[in-house]
């Protein structure tokens, strides 16, 4: 079976069954994502709906649940659980809360979203020495927060989750950005936070991240599945290898780099439209 020995590739899902169809195919998983999104869309979240209120402690034990469930299918390995972070919770808020979920499983990483206080919340998780993945990235400014707060980790306990498919969605180029933050790791000499290429949509995306030697990427069932059962001599079309090795040239002179992080514009619409779409799924299980 076909597989790159730089990417670790995670699954990115909210239903066990999933990655144990995935491994019942013989397809290895090096971890895996969630997030409310994905809980929120579990076939039993539904069923568990139907006919009775859930209050948030049944959800969070429902979502306990499911993380212990990948963690038996998936031991040791890398497990991304998100806190819940409406527009005015604060970091002490997502610390609690993170504090709680690392006892969920044996390796997991804590996702907070990449606003100011998601940010303070992962400076003060990373302290206490629990991994983190810091979520709904979309400009470089949330990159260089992210790195400036996590800087005393050790490599590999922090991931940043650039969301491509999100701005591809918008016009917007996602592959761009992930490759910029990867130069300005680069430049920067940051190399304990690890870039998981995040909000994937198909499957040449998946291959270009692959062919870059990403540290990791996250994807769905189907993509990876075809990755590993249908296409394992496909190879990214040259036209589209081209048009992002001509962005090696990069301009990062818009990035005034600051050592403060209230200096850093962290602020973007895809930062509260991805924060408010997780609160609106979790939020109309109750
Ligand atoms: C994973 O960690 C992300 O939450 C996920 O990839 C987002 O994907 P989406 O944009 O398809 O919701």
Same mark, same amino acid.
Do not use: C
């Given at each position: !079976? ?7 590739i ?24 969630? #997030? +409310?999104?994905?809980v929120?869309?579990?076939?039993? $979240? ?9 209050? =948030? *402690? ?10 212990? @469930? &990948?963690?038996? &299918? ?5 497990? =991304? /659980? @998100? %806190? ?6 604060? $970091?002490?808020? !997502?610390?609690?809360?993170? %504090? ?25 998780? %990373?302290?206490?020495?629990?991994? /983190? ?22 490599r590999?306990? %922090? ?11 918008k016009?917007?180029?996602? /592959?761009d ?11 920067n ?7 998981? $290429?995040?909000? &994937? *949509? ?17 994807? +769905?069932k189907?993509?990876? $599945?075809?990755?590993?059962?249908? #296409? ?24 005034? /780099?600051?050592n403060?992080? @209230? #200096? ?6 895809f ?16």
């Open positions: !079976m076909k597989s790159n020995m730089n990417t670790k995670f699954l990115d899902s909210g239903d066990p069954n999933v990655t144990r169809e995935l491994l019942d195919r013989k397809i290895k998983l090096d971890g895996q994502t969630t #997030n +409310p999104s994905l929120a869309s579990n076939p039993k $979240a539904k069923l568990l709906k139907k006919g009775q209120k859930l209050t =948030s *402690r049944d959800l969070i034990n429902f979502y306990k649940e499911i993380v212990q @469930e &990948i963690d038996e &299918i998936l031991p040791g390995k890398p497990i =991304s /659980v @998100e %806190v819940y972070a409406d527009l005015k919770t604060k $970091a002490n808020e !997502m610390v609690e809360q993170g %504090v709680n979920m690392s006892h969920w499983a044996r390796n997991v990483h804590i996702k907070v979203p990449a606003n100011l206080e998601g940010l303070k919340a992962a400076r003060e998780l %990373v302290s206490m020495g629990i991994k /983190v993945n810091i979520t709904l990235v979309f400009s470089l400014e949330q990159a260089y927060g992210v790195a400036l707060v996590t800087k005393h980790a050790k590999g306990d %922090v991931f940043i989750s650039p969301f491509v498919g999100r701005l591809d969605d016009g917007l180029d996602g /592959v950005l992930v490759l910029k933050i990867k130069k300005l790791y680069q430049i000499q940051i190399s304990n936070v690890l870039i998981l $290429a995040s909000s &994937i *949509r198909n499957l040449q995306v998946f291959n270009f991240f692959l062919n870059q030697k990403m540290d990791l990427i996250t994807a +769905p189907d993509i990876i $599945a075809d990755y590993f059962l249908k #296409n394992q001599n496909f190879e990214p079309e040259k036209n589209f290898l081209q048009s992002r090795i001509a962005l090696k040239k990069f301009d990062l002179d818009h990035l005034k /780099v600051s403060s992080l @209230e #200096n850093l514009n962290l602020e973007n619409q930062l509260i439209d991805g924060i408010t779409k997780f609160t609106n799924d979790w939020n109309n299980l109750l």
